[in-house]
C-alpha cells in the first residue's frame, strides 16, 4: 500500500512562503488524485489543491492565487504557498485516491482513503 510523508511546515510571519513536500512510496497507481488536505483546529479537513496522473489541477478559492500544487509524476507532490495568512494556519495533509474513468479529481476528503500524517503550518500575524 502506497505510503505517503509530509515535510516542510513551520512557523512564519503574515506574507511569509512556505514549500510543502510529499514523498510517496509502493506507489502503484496508474489512474490517480493526489491532494493537499488541511484541518484547523474545530474545524472541517477542507481541499486545498489536487493533481492528477493527468496533470489536471484544482485549487481552492481561498488559496487561488497564492498557492500552487505540482508532482514529480508518482513520486513526490509539492505545495508552494505564497503571502501566507494567519487563516493559513492549520495541519496539512496529502491523500492519495484512485482516479475513476473519466473522472477528475475533487477536495471532497472523504473521496480520498490514504492519508499522510500531517505537518503543522503555522502563520503569526
Known amino acids: 500500500q502506497v505510503q505517503l510523508v509530509e515535510s516542510g511546515g513551520g512557523s512564519v510571519q503574515a506574507g511569509g512562503s512556505l514549500r510543502l513536500s510529499c514523498v510517496y512510496s509502493r506507489f502503484t497507481l496508474v489512474n490517480y488524485c493526489m491532494g493537499w488536505f488541511r484541518q484547523a483546529p474545530g474545524m472541517e479537513r477542507e481541499g486545498v489543491a489536487t493533481?492528477?496522473?493527468?496533470?489536471?489541477t484544482t485549487i481552492a478559492d481561498s488559496v487561488r492565487g497564492r498557492f500552487t500544487i505540482s508532482q514529480d509524476y508518482r513520486k513526490a507532490l509539492y505545495l508552494e504557498m505564497n503571502s501566507l495568512k494567519p487563516d493559513d494556519t492549520a495541519m496539512y495533509y496529502c491523500?492519495?485516491?484512485?482516479?475513476?474513468?473519466?473522472?477528475?479529481?475533487?477536495?471532497?476528503?472523504?473521496?480520498?482513503?490514504?492519508w499522510g500524517r500531517g505537518t503543522q503550518v503555522t502563520v503569526s500575524s
Open positions: 493533481v492528477d496522473d493527468y496533470g489536471r
Open positions: 491523500a492519495v485516491a484512485v482516479r475513476g474513468f473519466r473522472s477528475q479529481c475533487s477536495q471532497t476528503a472523504a473521496n480520498f482513503g490514504t
